[in-house]
């Protein structure tokens, strides 16, 4: 392989090789999730039921990260339709959830934890049935095999995952339930032990035996209710049984003629990638080199730009009309180019006044193929790490935190109100060459997911990395992540010290990052070319690919 101006040898050789094969592939962020989608893939299942089996495992084994009580996007790519359809699982607030209902019991903002954050409908599990209608060739109960096994025998604890455990003791312990779940022996639980959830198990056999209308209408609606009313919770019967699922057509942009990439409708920040990559289609990166100054300079400013539109206009377009085709379009781009001088940082404290946005700790991105070259990217979340830290009393799953995103601001373009689905940062990318698959792509990260997303297609398009490369390679993050209300531009201990040297003395704020940070969030991939797969997966998280 050719060394672009400005690689450094050193991230050519991974920790890791990428896998290939030509009859399926799978990769997440957790080895025992990944092998579940393997084994739904080899018995001849489509692509969308191994990222079903892939998910509900990581439900059980990726708690604090993936769960029943949150949302979830795809896109899917089917050889038969030969197009790219995305299903939006996210849920909508609650009948009950209002501004006055918040500014009623004095509160400046929607708390992040407890009973206050859980004000949206879950969304997987009808995004997973739906999925499963339209494109599944197993039986729905052969989807759950793995998961219920694990919640029922039990898993062994990673060290990543008693870290969190540790970490964020104090939001689980705020509820009893959970506290029962993470805590053994007033401790959290550590590596290597073996964490058994019967009353998940449970509720993932009710999923299994009854569909979703067990989790909306049936067994688990009625204690999820029950839960939520003993403590004074605002969701409702009628908000359970009115959600839905959409299928929608996803957005896109082309990359040099070859390349078309897809991503979510708002209100997911999908747009935010969008608009980076035509920015960034209008430079010679391979001229400027991979880890070079001008490449990391480039990125930041792109997202620094991009993002100010992003924040702007990002929300449930059932309640604002969202300017997609302008802000795609090729005098938009040309606008956000003039914003952009390669010799300095654009400053900070002259971009627009922007509404105040917290965003997502936590997130589980995953990609499927199968033999028959079908493809699924996926991307679930219950938003912050263990979500609102509510479990739902008997059934073992924690209520996501997703609606702490709403504003109280009735200005704000993501103020709350009844029914509405909130802004979204999670976010899966697929990209077609020549009108037939080539990457699946994602990570989770915030701030970070249009960047990283960026990071990992530009490295492969135009500097030629294998999909491990990609993902191994240096990572950078310009904003404010993980709850971060900073406008640094951080960057990973491996960027050589000149650049970094050069890139403060161009304007930017620096701040080092850790060697494989996990600021820059867990990334996964898979490039399909002349019909091998080849996937990787992040060696910042508990995951593994797999191709055969």
Wanted: aromatic letters at 10%; charged letters at 25%; hydrophobic letters at 35%.
């Amino acid at each position: 392989m050719q060394i672009q101006q400005g690689a450094a040898p050193e991230f050519l050789d991974t920790g890791r090789k990428p896998v290939q094969g030509a009859r399926g592939a799978v990769t997440s962020p957790n080895y025992l999730a990944t092998q579940a989608g393997e084994q739904v893939i080899r018995k001849g299942g489509h692509a969308v039921e191994g990222a079903i089996a892939v998910n509900a495992v990581l439900c059980v084994v990726y708690p604090h990260m993936a769960g029943l009580g949150g949302d979830l996007f795809a896109l899917v790519y089917d050889q038969q339709e030969k197009r790219v359809q995305s299903i939006n699982g996210s849920g909508r607030a609650g009948e009950n959830a209002s501004i006055s209902w918040y500014k009623d019991r004095d509160y400046k903002s929607i708390p992040d934890r407890g009973i206050e954050a859980a004000n949206t409908v879950p969304g997987t599990v009808d995004a997973w049935e739906k999925l499963h209608q339209q494109h599944g060739k197993l039986e729905w109960k052969e989807l759950f095999e793995d998961a219920i096994y694990y919640a029922e025998h039990g898993f062994p604890v990673s060290e990543k995952f008693n870290r969190f455990i540790n970490e964020k003791a104090e939001v689980i312990e705020m509820n009893e339930e959970a506290s029962s779940v993470f805590f053994q022996e007033g401790k959290g639980l550590e590596p290597g032990w073996l964490m058994v959830q019967k009353n998940l198990a449970w509720t993932l056999k009710q999923i299994a035996d009854h569909g979703a209308s067990s989790f909306y209408q049936g067994e688990i609606a009625d204690k999820m209710i029950a839960s939520l009313e003993k403590h004074d919770g605002l969701l409702t019967k009628e908000d359970l049984k009115n959600h839905v699922s959409d299928w929608q057509e996803p957005i896109s942009t082309t990359y040099k003629k070859d390349y078309e990439i897809f991503e979510m409708q708002p209100n997911t920040q999908g747009i935010g990638t969008l608009m980076m990559l035509n920015i960034l289609e209008k430079y010679n990166l391979k001229e400027l080199g991979d880890n070079s100054v001008g490449y990391y300079h480039l990125m930041a400013e792109a997202a620094k730009i991009a993002f100010t539109y992003r924040d702007q206009w990002v929300t449930d377009p059932a309640f604002e009309d969202v300017p997609v085709k302008d802000l795609l379009s090729e005098a938009h781009t040309e606008k956000m180019l003039g914003q952009i001088n390669m010799d300095k940082a654009f400053p900070v404290k002259d971009l627009p006044e922007l509404p105040e946005l917290d965003v997502n700790k936590d997130t589980t991105y995953f990609a499927v193929t199968d033999k028959d070259g079908n493809a699924v990217s996926m991307i679930q979340s219950i938003y912050h790490e263990f979500g609102s830290g509510f479990m739902v009393e008997d059934c073992g799953f924690l209520l996501q935190n997703r609606g702490s995103f709403f504003s109280l601001d009735e200005e704000h373009p993501n103020k709350l109100e009844p029914g509405k689905r909130t802004f979204h940062t999670i976010i899966p990318a697929m990209a077609l060459k020549n009108d037939e698959p080539f990457l699946l792509f994602g990570t989770m990260g915030g701030e970070g997911q249009p960047q990283s997303q960026c990071a990992l297609f530009t490295r492969i398009v135009e500097f030629g990395y294998d999909m491990q490369q990609a993902i191994e390679a240096p990572r950078w993050l310009y904003g404010r992540t993980w709850g971060e209300d900073s406008s640094s531009l951080k960057l990973e201990s491996r960027i050589p010290d000149a650049v970094v040297t050069a890139l403060a003395d161009k304007g930017h704020e620096i701040e080092p990052a850790l060697s494989y940070s996990q600021q820059m969030g867990h990334a996964q991939g898979i490039i399909i070319r002349n019909k091998i797969y080849e996937a990787g997966a992040d060696p910042r998280g508990d995951g593994i690919a797999l191709s055969w």
